[in-house]
C-alpha cells in the first residue's frame, strides 16, 4: 500500500508556473513508477507527465512538452511537476498516482492521491 499526497497547487494567471509536489508513504517509494495526471470538468483523466522507478526515463503528453518537467527524489519520498508558462487549458484537477506498468496508461495507475486544483487564469 502506497498513500501519496499532494501540494502546490492554486491560483495562477496565465504565464506563470506552478510546482506541485508528492508525498509518498508505506512501501518503497523507490520501486514504483510515477505519475502526474489531470482531469478537467467533462473531460477524461490522462496523464500530463510520468516518471519510472529510477528517474532514467519520463513520459509527456504532447500539450505539455517543453512547459512541464517531471522529477522525484528518491531520498524524500517525493516527486515533482514543475509546470510552465501556464495555460488556460491547464486548468484541471491534478492528480499524483503510482505504480503503472505503461507511463502513458492512465488505467494503470494502481494507487491515487486526493487531488489538488490547479486554475490558470487569462
Known amino acids: 500500500q502506497v498513500q501519496l499526497v499532494e501540494s502546490g497547487g492554486g491560483l495562477v494567471q496565465a504565464g506563470g508556473s506552478l510546482r506541485l509536489s508528492c508525498a509518498a508513504s508505506?512501501?518503497?517509494?523507490?520501486?514504483?513508477?510515477m505519475g502526474w495526471l489531470r482531469q478537467a470538468p467533462g473531460k477524461e483523466r490522462d496523464v500530463v507527465a510520468a516518471?519510472?522507478?529510477?528517474?532514467?526515463?519520463?513520459y509527456y503528453a504532447v500539450s505539455v512538452k517543453g512547459r512541464f518537467t517531471i522529477s522525484r527524489d528518491n531520498a524524500k519520498n517525493t516527486v515533482y511537476l514543475q509546470m510552465n508558462s501556464l495555460k488556460s487549458e491547464d486548468t484541471a484537477v491534478y492528480y499524483c498516482?503510482?505504480?503503472?506498468?505503461?507511463?502513458?496508461?492512465?488505467?494503470?495507475?494502481?494507487?491515487w492521491g486526493q487531488g489538488t486544483q490547479v486554475t490558470v487564469s487569462s
Open positions: 498516482a503510482a505504480d503503472s506498468p505503461r507511463l502513458s496508461d492512465p488505467e494503470g495507475y494502481g494507487y
Open positions: 508505506g512501501r518503497t517509494f523507490s520501486n514504483y513508477n
Open positions: 516518471i519510472n522507478w529510477s528517474g532514467g526515463s519520463t
